[in-house]
């Protein structure tokens, strides 16, 4: 190779590898060597830089075949670039959260609100139902003890009753369906006959005239009832108030054998 003259000359050529042109030595005068060695020895100082600058590209820029063969290799793929870190929430962001978080707050306390008020007016509707319907069945109570003794006299007159002919028959029959009817009006409001016989004798409920032996009933038992007992139990009550004692005679236990 020929060695250029100046700076890094020499050293650009032997890293190019190129080797530089020679001088004609015919033709030429005393000056031709050394002109032709400064102009070879810029030529190859220019195509030394062209060739360094192509070998940095090469090796800055990898092949996709060498790509390839890394990944088969198992190596490391080039990790990427960390992502931005996010900017800090403004002051307005900060501020419409804050007033997100209240309306929340607000929706839990008013949702709370609605189902306590649902709960209340339920109970109500139910509390005045009952307190309604004890109110008819209370007014209903001296028009139902001026009729009482009415079925007593009617349920009298059907025990006793003796009937000839169709035509009697089918008038006990039209009476009996009024008393049905009535009877049937009289639940409709809480009023029901007291069953008596075969109960223990109770003063709230029941009012003896006498005691007799009985074979079939033990002591302080009711044995024989001679007036029905009646009571109202309105809708929604727990407990059914006594609106006349039934009239009964209370057994005293079988009698000497």
């Given at each position: 190779?020929v060695f250029?003259?100046?700076?890094?000359?020499s050293r650009?050529?032997?890293?190019?590898?190129?080797q530089p042109?020679?001088?004609?030595?015919?033709?030429?005068g005393a000056?031709?060597?050394?002109?032709?060695?400064?102009?070879?020895?810029?030529?190859a100082?220019?195509?030394a830089?062209?060739?360094l600058s192509?070998?940095e590209?090469?090796?800055?820029r990898?092949?996709?075949r060498c790509s390839?063969r890394?990944?088969?290799?198992g190596?490391?793929?080039?990790?990427?670039a960390a992502?931005?870190e996010?900017a800090p929430?403004?002051?307005a962001?900060t501020?419409?959260?804050?007033?997100?978080?209240?309306l929340?707050?607000?929706?839990?306390?008013?949702?709370?609100?609605?189902?306590?008020l649902?709960?209340?007016?339920?109970?109500?509707?139910?509390?005045t139902?009952?307190?309604?319907a004890t109110?008819?069945g209370?007014?209903a109570?001296?028009v139902?003890?001026?009729?009482?003794?009415?079925?007593?006299?009617?349920?009298?007159?059907k025990?006793n009753?003796?009937l000839?002919?169709?035509g009697?028959?089918?008038?006990?029959?039209?009476f009996d369906d009024?008393?049905?009817k009535m009877?049937?009006?009289?639940?409709?409001?809480?009023?029901?006959?007291?069953?008596?016989v075969?109960?223990?004798?109770n003063?709230?409920?029941?009012?003896?005239v006498?005691?007799?032996?009985?074979a079939?009933?033990?002591?302080?038992?009711?044995?024989?009832?001679l007036r029905a007992?009646?009571e109202?139990?309105?809708?929604?009550?727990?407990?059914?108030?006594?609106?006349?004692?039934?009239?009964?005679?209370v057994?005293s236990?079988?009698?000497?054998?």
């Amino acid at each position: 190779p020929v060695f250029v003259p100046g700076v890094g000359g020499s050293r650009l050529v032997q890293a190019s590898g190129l080797q530089p042109p020679r001088a004609q030595a015919a033709g030429m005068g005393a000056a031709g060597p050394a002109a032709a060695t400064s102009v070879g020895g810029l030529a190859a100082v220019a195509v030394a830089v062209v060739a360094l600058s192509r070998r940095e590209k090469t090796r800055s820029r990898p092949s996709a075949r060498c790509s390839v063969r890394r990944c088969a290799e198992g190596e490391d793929a080039p990790a990427e670039a960390a992502p931005e870190e996010a900017a800090p929430p403004s002051m307005a962001a900060t501020q419409l959260q804050g007033e997100l978080d209240d309306l929340k707050n607000l929706i839990v306390d008013k949702q709370a609100s609605f189902d306590r008020l649902t709960l209340e007016v339920k109970n109500f509707r139910n509390r005045t139902r009952s307190e309604l319907a004890t109110a008819r069945g209370m007014a209903a109570i001296p028009v139902i003890k001026e009729l009482l003794p009415i079925a007593d006299e009617y349920a009298l007159c059907k025990q006793n009753m003796k009937l000839e002919g169709d035509g009697e028959k089918a008038i006990a029959d039209r009476f009996d369906d009024l008393f049905t009817k009535m009877m049937g009006t009289w639940k409709k409001v809480g009023v029901a006959k007291m069953v008596a016989v075969g109960k223990e004798f109770n003063p709230n409920f029941h009012e003896a005239v006498s005691m007799i032996p009985s074979a079939d009933y033990k002591e302080e038992v009711v044995c024989n009832e001679l007036r029905a007992g009646w009571e109202l139990k309105p809708s929604g009550a727990e407990t059914a108030q006594v609106l006349r004692p039934a009239l009964v005679c209370v057994s005293s236990g079988p009698g000497p054998a």
